[in-house]
């Protein structure tokens, strides 16, 4: 079955996640082609052109920078498809290796599980200010804290999966074959979980967007120059009544992007291996 | 059952001193320390290190450590270098928001968040379940500050309706009738959580609904209203006892942010504000506290999972 | 105990009779703070929110009136002997402490010795100054080694100042901050109670004795008209302004010049600018790096800037701000155009020829700048793109207040950063002055005019050699000027009394609701 027929086994006759699909292919098309779709430059200033309101120049207005704000939340789709990716892949990688590790070797696991209830017992936000605090504002720090955070979900998760899987008859079969460690982890167990991983990735996307905005909003995420809506609506809040477009367009890009990745990721879910369907909580 | 308890309480010490441990690492790790915040703009670097010394934040950090571990375990939290309070009469200040900041949001989820589900599990399917599961989603996807921001203009400002922030104690003048102030933010913190619940709520009803007691009630005739209350709901309860334990718990910690937005003195903003002033004692003490909170909510749930379902054993 | 708080208002709920109380009794003033201060006591804290809320109920020896000149407030009278090297000051004597002991010159020689020693400004006068006696027990003397101009100044100026404490407080106090418990004050209000988070709390003295006269700024008659101020850290703008709007506040600080057109419509809410403007500065790195020393190279970065778009893209309403390269603002005594020709040129390709002159090859200059403050950050985000524009390569660092404090406090870690300047009644005061500022400004030139500044006590010869020294600093940029922005505060209108510009902090006796 190639690529297009399992989208389509996926996406049809779910009306609401097919539109969420189309969005996101716009928002990572977005991302992709900032450049050439930006009209102006998003870091621009303008001082004479402060705080215009939407115009045929300036669809979305200006800021208070007298900045583009549709070049901005052009460039902005682009950081966000650039943290959610991130984090998702930090989170899979480091989160997925050590939970696949550690049901796997047993004595290994136990001792690399309790460091992951200790990164599980901080409250998730407390953690990512303490460290943004410590580090500096950037993107690839962004990223390590949020994926950080989802990393220890991800380790529990697929701790649990590979766990049942580890028990089964071809597992068994495998190991009477003469298969070696990194064989049977990666050959036999890992294949069985790319789709529960494929699910966890849409939510870890959709979740890092907004836990990133929160650290805009905080002051401690991305660096204040950088276009992303979150910093956007950061350095905005203020002219919530004086310029109003200036919340609500970055506000509503947030909003749809999350609520479509969020739409995907339930479709994926819905038709997802049964034995997992518990382990993935989602939104 | 109690020696399991017992077991899990021990197990908690290694977690929790680690915990602890790279707490106090990394905030000392920040640059910047108490005694330039203090002092601010005209101090020299002699007085503030002098300062430093007399607040003793020049010993080496493992003595600090040990020092701060000592007097913790003998209930001594330390002082506050802002405030110059003791540290517990610091955070029980803030805590009197957080709690019912979280009460008052827990409610919300469950007077809306527990009907919708049942009502969306009972409608599996139908136009009802499609509409209440995508708004569910929608308000998860909602950034909660921004969504606060829109509530104060609209319901505060505009219509002043509430109070648009600040948050007087309940032994204040105004007495209960201060929760008002709480109303705004515990709704902002409810929405992505209530949809948290929706969805918990429905999912675990139509699982359970699947299972073997389920049908042999149909079976008997019950009618499907009860067949939905008495049997299913009440099982489905055990995953959502769950999640409204840790639902709880996050609730008192990443409240930071809707706290920001409406100006409430609670324990997140405290972390935050200690952050930035280099509050040292402030910081360790509310996170050791959240970190034990958190444990003993996990424990608890644990616990309560084996009352409610005989299928789950103790190990 | 705090602790017992939360099982109080579970009681609360209990007893539900009180659901129509009002939350607030009339008696009590609301501030909207932006946070919340370090400490409040006036010797060792500059926190210009500190003294907002402290100078109700600290007082020094002097304040000032309208006119930004000191008048006495504790003081009754003084007069200078001996050239000027010898000076008695007499005392009230119907001052009562908050703890209700009469206040002597124990109790004055207690304080300012502490702040001589201790306090963050007293060091400019004791150093120069030879002894200080209780010369009566409403009297005291103090001999200078040689006259001291500006010792009246810096007498009135309470932030960072001379407040007079009990000496019972005074015993033992050092560089550390008083503990709440030991603030025992003359002032109009008394210290009610601090729950962090939550607020500070003023109540009203109602054993104050006022100094004689008619209120004029400071100075003159202070009358307490309410029973309590409280001031609520909102560290949210957009919040304090919404608190305005609905009533919920009644003052609020520290509001973004874009608002202000819109504010200044609104019925439901009263401006009040300060008086004083406070002025944006970018220091320079005397120490260490590519700036050190290299003169030229600084006034090829000061040539490159021009400081108008950034006052207008970080402040807005042109009412707000002043690109004065003054830095007393026009209408002050210490007013000059000394070197303020270069103050914002903004010609890039001069800059460039200077830079080129200077020997600049294009290594990065670090600049580093805080978003807790809005108006440095959009500052420094005009300028970087400027200077690139010149040819430099600037190297922005945005850091956390505290972080920024703390490197640049290190001479390897920076360039340039940015900062803030209260207004201050005499150009001693102001950071660049002090040799051992972040950015150590301490060339020989320099030396020599400050000594002179010092010595002197007469009035003119004092203006002249500050407009030297003015010079001296477009000459040699250890700091750069950003403008001059007029912050300003909204209030309810309901609020009588305020006035409608502050004179340096504002002020809540004689104001009423």
Redesign the interface.
């Known amino acids: 079955m190639n690529i297009a027929q399992q989208i389509y086994r996926i996406f049809a006759g779910r009306i609401?996640a097919s539109i969420g699909f189309a969005v996101l292919i716009i928002v990572v098309l977005a991302a992709v082609f900032a450049p050439l779709l930006a009209p102006f430059d998003p870091l621009d200033?303008d001082?004479i052109s402060?705080?215009q309101e939407p115009s045929l120049e300036h669809l979305f207005g200006t800021d208070?920078?007298?900045r583009d704000t549709y070049s901005r939340a052009i460039y902005g789709a682009r950081m966000a498809v650039i943290i959610g990716a991130g984090s998702v892949a930090f989170a899979l990688l480091t989160g997925g290796l050590i939970g696949m590790l550690s049901a796997y070797f047993s004595r290994l696991g136990s001792f690399l599980m309790?460091?992951v209830?200790?990164m599980m017992?901080?409250?998730?936000?407390?953690l990512a200010?303490?460290?943004m605090?410590?580090l500096?504002?950037s993107v690839v720090n962004t990223i390590i804290v949020i994926g950080i955070v989802y990393a220890a979900t991800t380790a529990r998760i697929l701790f649990g999966m590979t766990l049942k899987l580890k028990g089964g008859v071809f597992i068994d079969a495998a190991i009477c074959s003469g298969a070696g460690h990194a064989s049977i982890l990666f050959r036999h167990i890992l294949p069985n979980l790319l789709s529960p991983l494929l699910v966890q990735a849409t939510f870890i996307f959709?979740f890092a967007q907004?836990q990133a905005?929160?650290l805009d909003?905080?002051?401690?995420g991305l660096?204040?120059?950088v276009p992303s809506w979150?910093n956007m609506?950061a350095e905005s809040?203020?002219?919530?009544?004086?310029a109003s477009w200036l919340?609500i367009f970055p506000?509503m890009l947030?909003?749809?992007s999350?609520?479509s990745m969020?739409?995907v990721g339930?479709a994926l879910r819905d038709t997802m291996d049964p034995r997992f369907k518990?382990d993935i909580?989602?939104? | 059952m109690l020696a399991y308890t017992l077991r899990r309480l021990i197990a908690f010490v290694p977690t929790l001193l680690a915990a602890s441990a790279l707490v106090f690492l990394f905030i000392h790790l920040i640059p910047g320390d108490p005694a330039s915040i203090l002092l601010g703009d005209t101090a020299t670097p002699e007085e503030i290190a002098a300062l430093n010394q007399q607040l003793g934040f020049n010993e080496p950090i493992y003595v600090q450590y040990f020092l701060w571990l000592g007097n913790v375990l003998q209930g001594d939290f330390g002082t506050s270098v802002f405030f110059r309070q003791p540290v517990l009469s610091v955070i029980a200040d803030g805590a009197e928001t957080s709690i019912w900041l979280a009460t008052m949001t827990m409610c919300w989820i469950v007077v809306i968040g527990i009907p919708i589900g049942i009502l969306s599990a009972t409608r599996q399917g139908t136009w009802i379940d499609q509409v209440t599961s995508g708004f569910a989603m929608l308000f998860a996807s909602i950034p909660t500050f921004w969504l606060g921001l829109y509530l104060i203009l609209i319901f505060a400002v505009g219509l002043g309706w509430f109070p648009t922030s600040g948050f007087p104690s309940l032994s204040d003048d105004g007495g209960l009738w201060n929760l008002r102030y709480l109303l705004l933010p515990s709704l902002t913190l409810a929405a992505p959580n209530a949809a948290l619940i929706v969805r918990l709520v429905r999912a675990s009803m139509l699982d359970v609904q699947r299972e073997d007691h389920v049908r042999t009630a149909r079976a008997k005739g019950l009618s499907p209203s009860r067949v939905a209350i008495r049997h299913v709901f009440r099982n489905a309860l055990i995953a959502v006892a769950a999640a409204f334990g840790f639902t709880f718990a996050a609730l008192v910690s990443e409240a930071v942010v809707t706290e920001t937005v409406f100006s409430l003195p609670g324990i997140g903003r405290l972390v935050v504000q200690s952050i930035l002033r280099r509050d040292y004692p402030v910081i360790q003490g509310v996170i050791l506290i959240i970190v034990v909170l958190y444990m003993v909510i996990n424990l608890l749930v644990d616990l309560s999972y084996a009352r409610l379902d005989p299928r789950v054993s103790l190990k | 105990m705090k602790i017992n708080k939360v099982w109080k208002s579970t009681l609360a709920m209990g007893f539900a009779l009180t659901l129509s109380g009002a939350a607030f009794a009339e008696g009590t003033f609301r501030y909207a703070t932006v946070g919340e201060p370090p400490s409040l006591d006036q010797h060792v804290i500059t926190s210009d929110l500190a003294t907002t809320i402290a100078h109700h109920m600290f007082e020094g020896l002097y304040t000032f009136n309208a006119s930004n000149a000191p008048v006495p407030l504790l003081a009754a009278g003084d007069s200078l002997e001996d050239g000027g090297k010898t000076i008695k000051i007499d005392l009230r004597k119907d001052v009562k402490f908050h703890n209700g002991q009469a206040m002597t010159s124990a109790d004055v020689v207690a304080s300012l010795n502490r702040w001589g020693e201790f306090g963050s400004r007293g060091g400019l006068l004791f150093s120069n100054v030879e002894s200080l006696t209780a010369s009566g027990d409403h009297q005291i003397t103090i001999k200078l080694k040689a006259p001291f101009g500006p010792w009246k100044n810096l007498m009135a100026f309470i932030n960072g100042g001379p407040a007079i404490y009990p000496a019972s407080v005074m015993n033992g106090a050092t560089k550390e901050p008083l503990d709440p418990k030991e603030y025992i004050g003359t002032g109009p209000y008394q210290f009610g109670e601090w729950l962090p988070n939550r607020h500070v709390e003023l109540v009203r003295n109602d054993a104050y004795t006022s100094a004689a006269g008619a209120a004029d700024g400071y100075g003159g008659e202070r009358k307490a008209e309410f029973d309590a101020l409280r001031f609520i850290p909102v560290s949210d703008v957009g919040t304090r302004v919404s608190g305005i709007r609905a009533g919920d506040y009644d003052y609020a600080e520290s509001i973004p010049g874009d608002l202000f057109a819109d504010l200044d419509g609104d019925a439901n809410v009263t401006t009040i600018l300060n008086g004083g403007p406070i002025f944006g500065l970018a220091f320079m790195n005397s120490k260490h790096g590519p700036l050190k020393e290299n003169f030229k190279l600084r006034r090829a970065i000061q040539t490159a800037i021009n400081k108008t778009p950034a006052l207008q893209v970080a402040i807005g309403p042109e009412k707000l701000w002043a690109a004065n390269g003054s830095f007393l603002p026009k209408g002050n005594v210490w007013h000059t155009e000394a070197g303020t020709a270069n103050f914002s040129k903004g010609d890039a390709e001069a800059a460039k020829a200077l830079a080129k002159e200077a020997g600049y090859a294009g290594d990065p200059i670090k600049v580093m700048v805080s978003t807790n403050y809005p108006f440095h950050y959009d500052t420094a985000i005009v300028y970087t793109k400027q200077l690139a524009q010149a040819g430099f390569n600037i190297d922005l660092q945005v850091y956390d207040w505290a972080t920024l404090i703390k490197k640049r406090a290190q001479p390897d870690q920076w360039d340039i950063f940015f900062t803030h300047h209260g207004f201050v009644p005499d150009p001693i005061l102001i950071s660049v002055m002090n040799d051992n500022y972040p950015g150590w400004w301490a060339t020989p030139e320099k030396a020599a005019l400050k000594a002179k500044f010092t010595a002197s006590a007469d009035p003119e010869e004092r203006k002249k050699i500050w407009s030297d020294i003015q010079a001296l600093i477009y000459e040699q940029v250890p700091t750069m000027k950003t403008g001059d922005v007029y912050t300003y505060n909204i209030a309810s209108p309901k609020v009588k009394g305020l006035g409608s510009s502050t004179l340096i902090w504002p002020a809540f006796w004689n104001v009423s609701k």
């Open positions: 609401l200033i001082p402060r705080l208070q920078f007298g309790r460091g209830d200790v017992a901080f409250p998730a936000l407390l200010l303490v460290l605090t410590l500096e504002r959709a907004l905005a929160a909003f905080l002051g401690l660096p204040p120059e979150g609506l809040r203020i002219y919530i009544t004086r919340l506000g947030i909003i749809f999350v609520f969020n739409l339930d518990d909580a989602g939104v």
